[in-house]
């Protein structure tokens, strides 16, 4: 982010939140987990960890950047590269709500 790579910092941090709520979902027994969405990801697991519940805002704010920071056509309309639209705020939010998730995931796996 402090090269003003907002737009991977965006992505970065929505696979960071996947790969831990996925390492939560292996810690179940899983063999193998399929789909990106941080949101869906949650939702399987309030059951056993309902404190995960408190990440859902930034879980669902984080599923918009799987795949429009990657890929220059997937803003509709828009004659602009992802690095041209993708904000510092929105780069910070994003690091902040993966920050938020792992620190949890990280408690619950080491309990």
């Given at each position: 982010?402090?090269?003003?790579?907002?737009?991977?910092?965006?992505?970065?941090?929505?696979?960071?939140?996947?790969?831990?709520?996925k390492?939560?979902?292996?810690?179940?027994g899983?063999?193998?987990?399929?789909?990106?969405?941080?949101?869906?990801?949650?939702?399987?697991?309030?059951?056993?960890?309902?404190?995960l519940?408190?990440?859902?805002?930034?879980?669902?704010?984080?599923?918009?950047?799987?795949?429009?920071?990657?890929?220059?056509?997937?803003l509709?309309?828009?004659?602009?590269?992802?690095?041209?639209?993708?904000?510092?705020?929105q780069?910070?939010?994003a690091l902040?709500?993966?920050?938020?998730?792992?620190?949890?995931?990280r408690?619950?796996?080491?309990?």
């Amino acid at each position: 982010m402090e090269g003003g790579f907002y737009a991977q910092a965006c992505f970065l941090a929505q696979q960071a939140a996947e790969k831990g709520l996925k390492a939560l979902v292996y810690r179940q027994g899983a063999r193998y987990v399929r789909g990106h969405s941080i949101g869906e990801l949650l939702e399987g697991l309030l059951e056993r960890y309902p404190q995960l519940e408190r990440h859902r805002e930034n879980a669902n704010r984080l599923d918009q950047y799987y795949i429009t920071p990657r890929y220059p056509n997937a803003l509709p309309g828009v004659a602009l590269a992802p690095f041209q639209v993708f904000s510092q705020v929105q780069a910070q939010e994003a690091l902040d709500g993966a920050d938020g998730i792992l620190r949890e995931v990280r408690q619950l796996l080491e309990s």
